[in-house]
């Protein structure tokens, strides 16, 4: 009888452990999809901006030689 529990006590503790991985795992996972999605946005902004300063600064070349 002590076996027995001692058994389900190892299997209820291994498999309140695995639940408890997996849901962090979830919520790690979203983390981690939420900065990929926040650097590619900045990534993006950061782009934008550098072409915009490159046309003015290639404006300001063309207008100074004009």
């Given at each position: ?7 389900a006590?190892?299997l ?33 902004r ?17 207008e100074?030689?004009?």
């Amino acid at each position: 009888m002590n076996k027995i529990i001692i058994a389900a006590s190892v299997l209820g503790t291994a498999a309140a452990g695995i639940f408890w991985y997996m849901k962090n795992r979830q919520r790690a996972d979203a983390a981690i999809d939420d900065m990929k999605q926040a650097a590619r946005t900045t990534y993006n902004r950061v782009k934008e901006r550098a072409a915009e300063a490159s046309h003015k600064a290639d404006r300001k070349v063309r207008e100074s030689l004009a």
